[in-house]
Nanobody, 124 residues
Framework: QVQLVESGGGLVQAGGSLRLSCTTS????????MGWFRQAPGKERESVAV????????YYVDSVKGRFTISRDNAKNTVFLQMNSLKPEDTAVYYC?????????????????WGQGTQVTVSS
């Protein structure tokens, strides 16, 4: 069973930065595509950023392009989400997820394993 544990969430003022981390158990982390998703109250879960298994490709939702950066360290079984210039509309629970899909995965239904989530709150 693969376990994912997120950390790094918290309360920050608009314009500030946070760095989320997600550490994954198991020996096959380097074979997983990884993604960060978020869910705000009353809204559906949305994909924020995904990264390919080898780290060579990344995708971002338009609303975070130029502000967020996804990266991974396969030696440490960890994926990161660096969030800069945070806005109140970024407030949500952020989840990391792992996909065993052969091709890059953009949608939540393509992900097999999920973390418990970490709260990010951006005050105006």
């Amino acid at each position: 069973q693969v376990q994912l544990v997120e950390s790094g969430g918290g309360l920050v003022q608009a314009g500030g930065s946070l760095r989320l981390s997600c550490t994954t158990s198991g020996r096959t982390f380097s074979s997983y595509h990884m993604g960060w998703f978020r869910q705000a109250p009353g809204k559906e879960r949305e994909s924020v950023a995904v990264i390919s298994a080898n780290g060579g490709y990344a995708y971002y939702v338009d609303s975070v392009k130029g502000r967020f950066t996804i990266s991974r360290d396969n030696a440490k079984n960890t994926v990161f989400l660096q969030m800069n210039s945070l806005k109140p509309e970024d407030t949500a629970v952020y989840y990391c997820a792992a996909s065993t899909s052969y091709s890059i995965a953009y949608y939540s239904y393509q992900y097999d394993y999920w973390g418990q989530g970490t709260q990010v709150t951006v005050s105006s």
